[in-house]
């Protein structure tokens, strides 16, 4: 025992880190499952639809460097939604279908942190691009977006201001890709 620690200071000491470290622990586990879950249904989350619940789907590798999520709606129907893409195209090209699953979304950060891609050119399978989809694209120059596309993220294309000013969006007059790129001030090519 130290010199001048009676017992009972001693007791009220440890009676201060027990509980401290029981609120630790509690604290630790809440944010382990906070950051589980979050990462697992916001990353992947391409509208306010898809809820935890319906997301039962493991993440897939296709031969051209896409990474997609497979789900099946109340249908019974299968559709996949980009989540990443891995290759070192220039120019890519999303495909319509990977193994005969069409191809609906784009996941939040999908293209995030794509130092190659200067070219992004979407199929009119897609119905929606999340949040964040290409933050941080320091090459991209030009996004082709259809018509079909209903739905498109606050912060799709984020990260800093020169992004918004180096991308041309190439899309339909009257769109959404339309109604976005004027309201973020964009650059817009009209297709034929």
Same mark, same amino acid.
């Given at each position: 025992?130290?010199?001048?620690?009676?017992?009972?200071?001693?007791?009220?000491?440890?009676?201060?880190?027990?509980?401290?470290?029981?609120?630790?622990?509690?604290?630790?586990?809440?944010?382990i499952?906070f950051?589980?879950?979050?990462?697992?249904?916001?990353?992947y989350?391409?509208?306010?639809?898809?809820?935890?619940?319906?997301?039962?789907?493991?993440?897939?590798?296709?031969?051209?460097g896409?990474?997609?999520?497979?789900?099946?709606?109340?249908?019974?129907?299968?559709?996949?939604?980009?989540?990443?893409?891995?290759?070192?195209?220039?120019?890519?090209?999303?495909?319509?279908?990977?193994?005969?699953v069409? @191809? /609906?979304? *784009? &996941? !939040?950060? =999908?293209?995030?942190? #794509? +130092?190659?891609?200067?070219?992004?050119?979407?199929?009119? $399978?897609?119905?929606?691009?999340?949040?964040?989809?290409f933050?941080s694209?320091?090459n991209?120059k030009?996004?082709?977006?259809p018509?079909s @596309? /209903?739905? *498109? &993220? !606050?912060? =799709?294309?984020?990260? #800093? +201001?020169?992004?918004?000013?180096?991308?041309?969006?190439? $899309?339909?007059?009257?769109?959404?890709?339309?109604?976005?790129?004027?309201?973020?001030?964009?650059?817009?090519?009209?297709?034929?």
């Amino acid at each position: 025992m130290a010199a001048g620690m009676g017992k009972k200071e001693k007791r009220d000491h440890t009676l201060l880190i027990v509980p401290g470290l029981m609120i630790f622990w509690v604290t630790a586990a809440f944010s382990i499952q906070f950051l589980l879950k979050s990462q697992y249904t916001e990353r992947y989350r391409v509208t306010d639809e898809i809820e935890v619940e319906e997301v039962r789907a493991q993440t897939e590798d296709d031969e051209n460097g896409f990474e997609y999520y497979q789900f099946e709606n109340g249908e019974g129907e299968k559709y996949a939604i980009i989540s990443a893409y891995k290759g070192e195209e220039k120019v890519v090209r999303v495909p319509d279908a990977i193994e005969g699953v069409r @191809v /609906t979304g *784009i &996941g !939040e950060t =999908a293209f995030c942190y #794509n +130092d190659v891609a200067e070219k992004v050119i979407l199929p009119d $399978t897609v119905e929606s691009i999340a949040d964040f989809t290409f933050g941080s694209c320091s090459n991209l120059k030009e996004i082709v977006i259809p018509a079909s @596309v /209903t739905s *498109i &993220g !606050e912060y =799709a294309i984020i990260e #800093n +201001d020169n992004l918004f000013n180096q991308v041309t969006i190439v $899309t339909t007059k009257g769109s959404m890709a339309d109604e976005y790129a004027i309201e973020h001030s964009m650059k817009i090519k009209y297709m034929d």
